[in-house]
């Protein structure tokens, strides 16, 4: 079945130090998202791309949805203690006929202040 | 109201036992999900509901029965769990035309 896979698996930063992270899959998707998940909560969601090539920020955050519809990536800038968390991606594909989500394996970040 | 929320918030039961998690959002959403994660995990799509009635069972054992009673609600009817059913459940909703989903802070569920 499809996956997708992030990296890096899980970071450790300093405060205020920007952070990149990926997700990147073997199939195509229409559609990226980007969640966050504190512990004991459900997943926030924090970006939706829509186009290939799309670029979207929302405050620190900026994300990209990869050209060729396989990836998409996630920054932060000035990461602040409150960033802890883990980070889904989650993307769209067409599926019998209903689009069909599939979340990635997560990259865990921790800050240190 | 951009809430999901979610009763009860932790769960224990015996694999004997008959419980029910509850949804509810008040947020005019016409599509929700049932989720289930396990620890360090993403989360796996169990059910989902379009305009309360049931469109996608990804293959789901029937000790897990789902319901929507109404457009605001979403149960999950749980008997003769087994030990591996413990995990966090989240319930989601949407709009039926989108892709953002709301998720609930989840039931952490553990079968003993």
């Known amino acids: 079945g499809q996956q997708l896979n992030q990296s890096p698996q899980s970071m450790f930063i300093q405060e205020g130090e920007d952070v990149s992270m990926n997700c990147t899959s073997s199939?195509?998707?229409?559609?990226w998202l980007w969640y966050k998940q504190d512990p004991g909560e459900g997943p926030v969601l924090l970006i939706a791309l829509y186009k290939a090539g799309e670029l979207t920020s929302n405050g620190r955050l900026t994300a990209q949805f990869g050209i060729t519809r396989k990836d998409s990536f996630l920054n932060i800038s000035a990461s602040i203690p409150s960033d802890v968390g883990i980070y889904f991606c989650a993307g769209y594909s067409s599926s019998g006929g209903y689009q069909k989500v599939t979340f990635g394996t997560g990259t865990k970040l921790q800050v240190i202040p | 109201d951009t809430e999901v929320t979610q009763t009860p918030k932790h769960l224990v039961m015996g694999m004997t036992n008959k419980k029910s998690l509850k949804c509810e959002q008040h947020m005019g959403h016409r599509a929700m999900y049932w989720y289930k994660q396990k620890a360090k995990k993403p989360p796996e799509l169990m059910f989902v509901?379009?305009?309360?009635?049931?469109?996608i069972n990804e293959s789901v054992p029937s000790r897990f029965s789902p319901e929507c009673p109404n457009s605001s609600l979403l149960n999950l009817h749980l008997h003769a769990l087994q030990p591996e059913d413990s995990a966090l459940y989240l319930c989601?909703?949407?709009?039926?035309?989108?892709?953002?989903?709301?998720f609930g802070p989840g039931t952490r569920l553990t079968v003993t």
């Open positions: 989601a909703s949407s709009q039926v035309t989108s892709y953002e989903q709301y």
């Open positions: 199939s195509i998707f229409n559609t």
């Open positions: 509901y379009s305009y309360e009635k049931l469109s």
